[in-house]
Each structure stands twice: as structure tokens, then as C-alpha cells.
């Protein structure tokens, strides 16, 4: 008589209203379901399950997929319980799944303008959903926190995030929820905005506390005692905060229950250059750290700056995991973090003291670190107006790919990475056409990412460490065709699995990291998988989808496909979907143009299309379209495209006012003029 449907509303309903924070810990210790972002409060993905294991592995085949419709980066961890999915694709659209059936049980779109598209420096992405109560909470790229019935999908409440709607804010971040309360932070420190993280009431979207990373204008009251103690950290020199200062919290969070403290990871100054920001030097408090703070009021309670000073969008925000290890012999509470500046950090995280930093990928700009957790800076990090090659760059030793934590074989399982790229300090371009010292101007840009600029020297790659967090060293490495890969997960069969850039799904053994199984996913994959178990039998989940940052000039793979979730299980036999092969056109020949206009050409161009559209013929295209592969007629009629043109619908901007037709023949003379210093001589 207990003829609740599977799938239906009223079992939706019932499986969904369960989940609260005793479901959450609870589940930590089976992992039956994947309620949340990082699969427990610790943010560990590591699942208990081992039905699926090394010794079967090899017989893992598809039982369904599910097409996200969606065109752009799929960064979003599939949250599931009790056989169902919610997973997000581009513009924040969730879609809910019956992982019985593979069939869609409903959608949301937020419905996003996509002229807001140009707002984020990375793409219109979003990495997940939160799940409490029956509720589902989705954060919108335009900074909307939406919360839907979990058993329909429809909307209950909506809350406006941001503070000021003249600033380029955005979030693409998953939201955690912490006692009740739906956390979320956002992003947007490349374009000059102030950083901050707020606390709803999950049940009705009451605002509960808000806690900014980076001081105000000192000129005015600061909100708490923790801004006043930063602003001593900041030149006031410099106005920081008519630029906002940054220190954006748009990705890591985690929750100790027994500490009662939540932990955010911050990002990068606005603007990028320090001298800039803070004449005189400081350490910009609270920049590219990790900080603890009270869940129930938002209160500081204490923080490690990683970076102090950021000079190269060296962000804190990359997915942070809390673990107990026994160092000394002696058993510690830690945060184990491996941000973008290529230093693995444990930190107490009872008071958040440095416990200790070890590179896990060659880096430049530092040394090491010292005993009170200062890094050792190198000559080449403050170099001032010259381009030269910081290592990591700006893309991240690691960026917001999840690394995962398995307590068996004591190693965490990371993507990690080197895109190389020059730097110059102190340079004004500007960006999307926006003057520096307005709303969304650069405010952080100071990239020479050119090849005729200095170019950089390092090489790049792509790679899945197994990282001993105790020996602070490596243990197994393998490299990858590419840099950007997947997120990871690792499971109690002893397995790790990972997506890569160039469309592959694999299983490794997590001890030795043999590869035991893959299978091709038609589109590069970037976000992390889950895997949980629906009535006795374990299964494996992958949202696929190329792009994010990297991916909107560049590709690693010659296929490419709609966003689509892949579910797996031993013996499964659906047949995946047709792959499609990548169009890749010739180098765009015969547009007349002035060879005197390619100096100005390239700084516009630089300003203005380069973070999107890549160098010219140089990189491959990624999401969106490099401009030196498009045909004659395409370029000769590019000022239809720059000024109010058909792609502002996809989320180009409009550069009405900002670009002249004259800087347009420009930019076409710079395209051409590439093209034909590239091309192959005959
Ligand atoms: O400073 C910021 O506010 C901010 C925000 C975001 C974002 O929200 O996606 C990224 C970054 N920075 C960033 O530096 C970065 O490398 C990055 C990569 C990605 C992505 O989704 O691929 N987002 C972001
Ligand atoms: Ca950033």
C-alpha cells in the first residue's frame, strides 16, 4: 500500500523534505544520495559506495543521457536524492531528472538576460544547485537567489543579491545551506566590485546577515570591526573602493557542525595590479584568503590570508576540503586548499594558523613559504610595466575543478594545470569598451596575453595529481592532452574518476592511478562527476559541456555537442548519443585593409575582444568564435555584429558608444593583418 510512484510529486515531495542538516551529516556516513555541492558539509567527494570498484569498473557502460540544451559551459555537480537529480546548465537553467527513467520531470529558467552575458569575466556558467526542505535554491548569473518547490520546480521566493545594479556583479557559484540559512557569495572582481557573502532564511528569503570581504570607503562608518581591522591593510592612496577592492566569493565554501564555522574562500583584488589598488604596499585584508565565519550571524572569526598583496588574480575561491590528519603525531583539524597560486595550504582549522605550503606545480613567483605563512616572493612578481610570464598565470595552478579526498588512501585527487600567459602591471586598457575609473571598466585587466608581446615561454598542460597531503608531495601523476579538465570524485571501490578537456570520461585506481576505464563524451568535459545509489544498485553521474573561462577561446577536442548528463552503471548498454564533428574554417584571407591601422588595431582589439574571442588564427576558437577563422565577408561586415548586432541575444555586447566605426576598421586591419602574418608561406 506504499504506492507512492517513483518520480511522482508526492514522492518527490517526501524524499526531498527530508533533507536538512542531520540528512546532510548523516548521508556523509553512507552517501546513499549526493545532497550537497561538495557531497558533505567537508566538501570531500569521496562516496562510501563500493559496489562499483576497481575489479568491475571495466564493465561500466551508459544507461542514459539526458541533452541540458545548452550550448555553453556545464560546470554543475548533479546533486541526487533518492533517484533524483537536479543539475544546472548555462544561464542557470536547472533542470530536475528521474534517474529511473533518464526523462526529464521538469525545468526552470530563470530566464537571464543574455545582454547581461558580457557581465562575468567566464563564461554565463553555473556550477549548482542546493537542496533543502523540498526546496531547490538556484543563484542566477544576473545575482538572483531563487528558491523552487523541488517536487514541481516552481518558484517560491526570489531575492536581488546585489548590492548596486551599476556594477558588473554576477554569480555563478553553487549555494550551500547552513542551518537554515542559504549561503551565497558572487563575482565579478575583473570588472571592480566589492566582495561579499549573505546569508536567507531557506524557508522564506529573509536576509539573516551579510559579510564583506574587502573595506568600503573609509570615509564612512565600516559595517563591523573585522573591516575596520582590514582597512589598516589598504592605502587609501589608491581608492580602492570606488574600484570595490574585489575579494569576490564566488565558488569555495565548506561547514564545520562541530566548530559551528563556515569557511569561504576569497578572490582577487580589483583592480588586478596592487600598486593600483594600494600605492603605498599592504597586505589588503581580505583578499585571496580563507576565512572563517559564524554561520548563525555572519561575525569574522578568523582568516589566513594565501596571497597577501594579490598582484595576478591569484583568488582564494578554488574548492576547499576540511580533514582530520595526524601530522607530528598528532591528530589535527585542518583545511586542506589548493588555490590558483600553485601552493597546497594546510591550515588549523580550529584558528585558522599556517600549518604548512608546498608547490604542486613549478611555480615562479614564490619560493616557498615562511614559518608564519608569508610566501617568499621572487623578483618576477612585482615587475611593475614590463610583460613577463608570472607562473601560475591567471587561469589558476588549479582553478574552480573540485579535487576530491579519500581517507583510504589518505590522498586528495586534483586537476591541475599551467596556461601560460603574460602579465603587465599598471597598464590601462580598457575592457567590453568601458573606460577604466566607470562601472565594469578593466579595473583588473592588465593581460599582454599577445604573442607578439614578450610571450610567455612555459609550456601547457594539463594533469591529474594524487597529492599526499601529509608528506606534502605527490604521489602518481597522470598528464592529460590539455589544460582545463574535470573535476574529480573517489569512491570507497578505490577508484577516481575524472572528465577531460578532450571529451573523455576515465576511472583510475585510486592508489596507483592505472586507468581501468573510459569511455568518449562527445564535448570536453570541465565540471566534476557524482555517484550515489537508487533502490540497491550504485551508479556514476557526468554533466558534460566545454567552455568556462578557457573554453571561450580555446578547444581541445575536434568534436563538440550540446551540454548532456551521462549516467553509468555496471552493465549498462544504452548507446550514446551521435557525436558531431568540429567545423574548423580556413584563416579568413582577402579583407582589404590599411597595414598602418594594425598598431591601434591590436590595443583596440586587445581592450575590447581578446578575452572572448582569442588571438586571431592563433587560438583555436572555443565557444565562441575565433574572429581569424571566419569568412571574407564576415569581417568586411564586422560593425554589424559590434554595433547592436544579432549575437547580443547570445550575450555579446553592445558597443553602441563605446567603439567608433573608425576603431571597427581598425580592429578588421588587425584580424586581417594576423591572419596574413601567420598564415603559411607558399
Ligand atoms: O574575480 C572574480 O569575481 C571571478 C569570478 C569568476 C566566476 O564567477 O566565474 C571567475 C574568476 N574570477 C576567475 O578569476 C577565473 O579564473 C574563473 C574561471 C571561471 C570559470 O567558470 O571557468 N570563473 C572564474
Ligand atoms: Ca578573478
Known amino acids: 500500500q506504499s504506492a507512492t510512484p517513483k518520480g511522482s510529486a508526492a514522492h518527490i515531495s517526501a524524499a526531498t523534505q527530508k533533507v536538512n542538516g542531520g540528512f546532510i551529516a548523516s548521508n556523509a556516513r553512507t552517501t ?13 567527494r569521496h562516496s562510501r559506495l563500493d559496489q562499483i570498484n576497481t575489479g568491475n569498473v571495466k564493465d561500466l557502460g551508459l544507461v542514459w543521457s539526458y541533452n541540458l540544451e545548452s ?13 533524483i537529480m537536479y543539475v544546472t546548465a548555462s544561464w542557470s537553467v536547472v533542470h530536475a531528472i528521474d534517474v529511473r527513467t533518464g526523462q526529464r520531470i521538469w525545468t526552470y529558467d530563470p530566464q537571464v538576460p543574455r545582454e547581461a552575458g558580457f557581465k562575468g569575466c567566464c563564461d554565463v556558467v553555473n556550477r549548482g544547485v542546493a537542496l533543502y526542505e523540498g526546496k531547490v535554491y538556484v543563484a542566477a548569473y544576473d545575482g538572483r537567489l531563487v528558491a523552487l518547490d523541488a517536487a514541481t520546480g516552481q518558484r517560491l521566493w526570489e531575492k ?19 542551518k537554515g540559512k542559504v549561503i551565497i557569495g558572487n563575482g565579478g572582481a575583473e570588472y571592480g566590485v566589492r566582495g561579499y557573502v549573505t546569508a536567507y532564511d531557506a524557508k522564506t528569503g529573509e536576509q539573516k546577515w551579510r559579510w564583506f570581504t574587502v573595506p568600503g570607503d573609509p570615509s564612512k562608518p565600516f559595517e563591523d570591526e573585522s573591516m575596520a581591522k582590514a582597512a589598516k591593510t589598504w592605502d587609501p592612496a589608491g581608492k580602492w573602493w570606488e574600484a570595490g577592492g574585489g575579494g569576490t566569493a564566488w565558488d569555495a565554501m565548506a561547514f564545520d557542525p562541530e566548530l559551528n564555522l563556515l569557511y569561504i574562500g576569497t578572490g582577487n583584488g580589483s583592480p588586478w595590479a596592487h600598486k593600483k589598488r594600494s600605492p603605498a604596499g599592504g597586505d589588503n585584508l581580505y583578499l585571496a584568503s580563507i576565512v572563517a565565519l559564524n554561520p548563525d550571524t555572519g561575525k569574522y572569526v578568523w582568516h589566513y590570508q594565501e596571497t597577501p598583496g594579490d598582484n595576478w588574480d591569484f583568488t582564494s ?8 590528519l595526524v601530522l607530528d603525531g598528532k591528530k589535527r583539524k585542518v583545511v586542506m586548499h589548493a588555490p590558483k597560486n600553485g601552493f597546497f595550504f594546510i591550515i588549523d582549522r580550529t584558528n585558522g594558523r599556517f600549518i604548512s605550503a608546498k608547490n604542486f606545480v613549478d611555480v615562479n613567483w614564490a619560493t616557498g613559504y615562511d614559518k608564519s605563512g608569508r610566501p617568499i616572493e621572487t623578483e618576477i612578481a612585482r615587475k611593475g610595466d614590463r610583460p613577463r610570464e608570472v607562473i601560475p598565470s591567471a587561469y589558476g595552478a588549479r582553478n574552480w575543478h573540485s579535487m576530491s579526498y579519500n581517507p583510504k588512501t589518505g590522498l586528495v585527487y586534483m586537476p591541475v594545470q599551467g596556461v601560460p600567459i603574460s602579465l603587465v602591471d599598471n597598464k590601462d586598457w580598457s575592457f567590453n569598451g568601458v573606460r577604466p575609473g566607470e562601472p565594469h571598466s578593466n579595473m583588473g585587466w592588465n593581460l599582454a596575453m599577445f604573442a607578439n608581446v614578450e610571450p610567455p615561454t612555459s609550456k601547457p598542460f594539463g594533469r591529474l595529481l594524487a597529492w599526499d597531503p601529509v608528506k606534502q608531495q605527490a604521489k602518481w601523476a597522470v598528464e592529460h592532452v590539455s589544460p582545463w579538465n574535470g573535476g574529480t570524485l573517489t569512491t570507497a571501490g578505490n577508484l577516481v574518476f575524472q572528465g577531460t578537456a578532450d571529451g573523455r570520461f576515465i576511472a583510475y585506481n585510486a592508489t596507483s592511478g592505472e586507468k581501468l576505464w573510459e569511455t568518449p563524451t562527445g564535448t570536453g568535459v570541465i565540471a566534476a562527476p557524482t555517484t550515489y545509489m537508487v533502490d540497491g544498485k550504485q551508479y556514476v553521474s557526468i554533466a558534460v559541456g566545454w567552455g568556462g573561462v578557457y573554453g571561450l577561446a580555446s578547444r581541445a577536442t575536434d568534436r563538440q555537442g550540446p551540454g548532456t548528463v551521462y549516467t553509468f552503471a555496471v552493465g549498462g548498454k544504452a548507446p550514446a548519443p551521435a557525436f558531431v564533428a568540429y567545423q574548423m574554417s580556413k584563416l579568413v584571407e582577402g579583407v582589404k585593409y590599411n597595414p598602418q591601422h594594425v598598431p591601434e588595431g591590436t590595443a583596440l582589439y586587445v581592450s575590447n575582444c581578446v578575452f572572448c574571442h582569442g588571438v586571431p588564427g592563433v587560438d583555436r576558437g572555443g565557444n565562441i568564435p575565433n574572429l581569424g577563422y571566419m569568412d571574407a565577408a564576415f569581417i568586411e561586415n564586422l560593425d554589424k555584429f559590434v554595433f547592436k548586432g544579432p549575437a547580443v541575444a ?3 555586447p553592445d558597443f553602441t558608444g563605446k567603439l567608433s566605426a573608425d576603431d571597427v576598421e581598425k580592429i578588421k586591419a588587425f584580424i586581417q593583418g594576423t591572419a596574413d602574418a601567420i598564415r603559411p608561406k607558399k
Open 71 to 83: 550550448k555553453r559551459g556545464v560546470e554543475s555537480t548533479p546533486l541526487v536524492v533518492d533517484g
Open 317 to 324: 575561491t578554488q574548492p576547499m576540503i576540511l580533514a582530520d
Open 650 to 652: 547570445r550575450g555579446m
Open 32 to 44: 546513499n544520495d549526493w545532497p550537497t555541492h561538495g557531497l558533505d558539509y567537508a566538501e570531500t
Open 160 to 178: 536581488d543579491t546585489i548590492i548596486d545594479r551599476r556594477f558588473s556583479y554576477t554569480i555563478t557559484g553553487a549555494p550551500r545551506v547552513v
